[in-house]
């Protein structure tokens, strides 16, 4: 399962990281794709970063390219999403997810408030 973590509240412009941390198995091996995902309020799940641990590989979406940096820690079976230049507009549940194949796991969510 995953554990995602570091919610919190922070003003416009703050940063915040979270955490995905794996348990009951490990992401240090070359076939996982672990994506961040997030869901503003009456909003549809959008996502928003991955990671390659084959490659190394990311993606971020339009809407926090320039400011959100992912990143894999495979001795620890940890993903974190680094978020800086916070906006109102990334409040949201934020979510985990690593996929292998047709396998798939979701972390819990944990909220990011962004308000002054």
């Known amino acids: 399962q995953l554990q995602a973590s570091g919610r919190g509240l922070v003003q416009p412009g703050g940063s915040l990281r979270l955490s995905c941390a794996a348990s009951?198995?490990?992401?240090?091996?070359?076939?996982?794709?672990i994506g961040w995902f997030r869901q503003a309020p009456g909003g549809e799940r959008e996502g928003i970063s991955c990671?390659?641990?084959?490659?190394?590989?990311?993606y971020y979406s339009d809407s926090v390219k320039g400011r959100f940096t992912i990143s894999r820690d495979g001795a620890n079976d940890t993903v974190y999403l680094q978020m800086n230049s916070l906006k109102p507009e990334d409040s949201a549940v934020y979510y985990c997810?690593?996929?292998?194949?047709?396998?798939?796991?979701w972390g819990q969510g944990t909220l990011v408030t962004v308000s002054s």
């Open positions: 997810k690593a996929a292998r194949g047709t396998a798939s796991s």
């Open positions: 009951g198995f490990t992401l240090d091996e070359d076939d996982y794709s």
């Open positions: 990671i390659s641990t084959k490659d190394a590989s990311t």
